[in-house]
């Protein structure tokens, strides 16, 4: 069932375009993520969603109700759509309880229904335990799942996070997302979350939407992203990725690091070619490429690498090896279908 509808949305500030003609559909249970650089509108969207801004053109449905038309004058304010809303401070009230936080937006319903929603919710985000503490005797994680829980406790068909995770340690970031996507699901909760963070969008979310410059640029799942971007930005944005001059024959791309496969429907001619990180190896025999810098990542070294060209690419070696600068490596790319974008837009991909 989907739960979240937006239509041909756009918003002005003045005379800046922060959004245009969006559309994005989310159903129940299901997470997506609004992923995109600085400034590239993705909050500007949630907070439309949310009702804290108004647009100047589209339709947005919630559930089974219109909360934004603007050819139809529909206006649903804020605090009537029924959105929980998770902050990246949590905003919680530092002179209440865990408990008394969850069940602040639970006053129109009875004793009894109150107190099983929260003891519900407190077993669901593991808080029992922490019930009667405040928020400055909790941890980071703690008051995020607190957020959440309370957000939760109205049983909102929909939750918007914006940048949830930036106040937590690197270190708890993965597991608190893990927990989090498991309570949204477990509840069935339609949610949109806001982040710059890669890793983040590709590990939680069912769907993620690529937005640059207020323009949805991809839709997909984590997998349609990555592996098959629709355009150069986003081939260049998610992950990590090269691009290397091609001529197209056909069903066929030619470089100067082998002949790959190729579905993409352009006219044969100049390309450029999508190499990730991950699919260049070193190989006996391969075409030599020159070592330009090499950087010790821990678990990797990651050499970038000047091709004949002069084209570059890079190469995770997870084995001890040190080839110094100046050192010639023969490799190889092994690409099962190669991406390929016109070469004659000019864009920059990153």
């Known amino acids: 069932m989907v ?32 992923l995109g650089p600085s400034g590239s509108g993705k909050t500007t969207l949630l907070r439309l969603i949310a009702g804290f801004e108004r647009p100047n053109e589209g339709r947005i449905i ?131 979350l806001v982040t710059h963070d890669q890793e983040e969008a590709l590990g939680m979310a069912d769907q993620v939407a690529v937005i640059r410059n207020g323009e949805l640029q991809q839709v997909g799942t984590p997998e349609d992203v990555y592996y098959n971007p629709t355009t150069i930005f986003v081939a260049g944005f998610i992950g990590h990725a090269d691009f290397i001059p091609g001529v197209l024959a056909g069903n066929e791309v030619h470089t100067e690091i082998g002949i790959f496969s190729c579905p993409a429907q352009l006219p044969s001619g100049p390309v450029k070619v999508m190499i990730r990180h991950e699919a260049v190896n070193a190989k006996p025999g391969g075409v030599l490429a020159t070592v330009e810098e090499r950087e010790f990542l821990g678990g990797e070294i990651l050499y970038r690498l000047r091709l004949p060209s002069g084209a570059r690419v890079h190469l995770e070696q997870r084995k001890p090896v040190h080839w110094p600068v100046g050192h010639q490596v023969p490799i190889e790319a092994q690409l099962p279908q190669a991406v390929v974008f016109s070469d004659s837009n000019g864009e920059n991909p990153t």
């Open 3 to 34: 739960v979240i509808k937006v239509e041909e949305v756009s918003k002005l500030y003045n005379e800046t375009l922060a959004v245009k003609c969006c559309d994005i559909q989310v159903a129940s249970g299901e997470i997506l993520a609004l």
């Open 62 to 192: 919630i559930g089974d109700r219109t909360v934004v038309d603007v050819a139809g004058s529909v206006w649903v304010p804020a605090e009537a759509r029924g959105v929980g809303m998770v902050f990246q401070d949590y905003a919680l009230f530092p002179h209440l309880t865990v408990t008394q936080n969850i069940q602040f937006g639970l006053r129109t319903i009875s004793n009894k229904d109150r107190q099983d929603r929260v003891q519900e919710l407190l077993r669901v985000t593991e808080l029992l335990p922490y019930a009667e503490r405040y928020p400055h005797e909790l941890s980071g994680g703690q008051q995020q799942r607190v957020a959440l829980a309370r957000a939760l406790a109205p049983r909102p068909p929909v939750v918007l996070l914006d940048e949830a995770f930036n106040g937590l340690d690197p270190e708890l970031r993965p597991q608190m997302r893990r927990e989090v996507a498991r309570i949204l699901r477990h509840m069935r909760t339609a949610a949109v």
